[in-house]
């Protein structure tokens, strides 16, 4: 039992980060819940051997590297004529600084799924290039070299928008 219980505490503590790199790299709220019970479930199932080869910044990579696959994984796979749609019904006044995070979070869904993998372990995640590489089982220079058109590719969606980036 205690091993369900630490896996409960830790699938508690971590869902909600998990969501949000998820969120935004797929950029769809039910695909991002969908990623993140899917690595949990994963982890789950090798829980026992997880726990006690790893300390908890080695779970969490794990989890980050397990959510990245999948995610890229299912982006090769569902390449068929699903249309997603954005649009919600009419909803109350957006809280300050929602429209940066909208905009932000559109211009990313336009990226390919590996360049926004990137950008999203980059900035949300705070990770380094090293980092990055690592988890995406690339070379540093492919990092770097996504990461570089990807920031390009946002400054050219973004326009004008830009300068809500800029805004205290």
């Given at each position: 039992m205690?091993t ?48 006690r ?10 989890a ?9 994984s299912?982006?090769?796979?569902r ?6 749609s ?23 869904r ?16 705070d ?16 990092v ?5 058109r ?8 973004l ?8 805004r205290?």
């Amino acid at each position: 039992m205690e091993t369900a219980l630490d896996f409960e505490e830790f699938a508690s503590t971590r869902a909600r980060r998990l969501f949000q790199v998820a969120y935004l790299m797929c950029g769809d709220w039910h695909q991002a819940q969908d990623l993140v019970q899917t690595t949990l479930a994963k982890m789950f199932s090798v829980w026992g051997r997880l726990r006690r080869g790893q300390d908890e910044p080695g779970l969490d990579a794990y989890a980050r590297k397990v959510l990245l696959r999948y995610y890229l994984s299912q982006r090769r796979l569902r390449r068929s004529g699903e249309i997603v749609s954005a649009d919600l019904p009419d909803s109350p006044e957006a809280p300050a600084g929602s429209e940066l995070r909208l905009t932000l979070a559109a211009a990313l869904r336009l990226l390919p799924p590996r360049n926004r993998a990137v950008v999203v372990l980059r900035y949300l995640e705070d990770r380094s290039i090293e980092e990055v590489a690592e988890l995406m089982e690339i070379s540093q220079g492919a990092v770097k070299s996504l990461n570089s058109r990807s920031l390009a590719k946002l400054r050219e969606i973004l326009g004008d928008d830009r300068e809500l980036l800029f805004r205290p």
